[in-house]
């Protein structure tokens, strides 16, 4: 099996405020448990609280490929130079944050799809000349 192969599993695209509508669903169930004892209630809410709190490094992590993506000097008209991306399917990367150059090169729509630059090696801000 080739890295690419066992990639696909693993890449799984996630929207902070996604988790935070299921977090406020879980919530609202759980209050309206009467049969759970105080104690289990206070277990599950500490749990609760560290879904929050991932959550909080989400959107900074969320803010920053917004951030990067803007001011990236490989950031040319919305999409990235730096990465050339053959499968995007098999990095979770929707086909509508991909555009087709000429030369058949797929470049990723950093304005669709940003966080391919939340922790990308390949960043370097934009030089003003």
Not at 59 to 75: D, L, N, P, V
Request: aromatic residues 6%; contains cysteine.
């Amino acid at each position: 099996m080739s890295v690419e192969d066992s990639l696909k599993p693993s890449v799984i695209l996630v929207s902070p405020s996604d988790i935070e509508e299921n977090v406020k669903k879980i919530e609202e169930e759980i209050k309206n448990h009467e049969q759970l004892d105080l104690d289990s209630q206070k277990k599950i809410q500490e749990e609760i609280d560290k879904i929050w709190k991932s959550l909080g490094w989400f959107k900074i992590a969320e803010s920053q490929g917004i951030w990067k993506s803007k001011t990236c000097r490989h950031g040319t008209q919305g999409s990235c130079e730096a990465w050339n991306i053959s499968d995007p399917s098999k990095l979770g990367i929707p086909e509508d944050a991909i555009s087709v150059a000429q030369d058949g090169t797929k470049r990723v729509i950093t304005a669709k799809f940003y966080q391919l630059c939340i922790s990308c090696p390949l960043y370097e801000p934009r030089r003003n000349q």
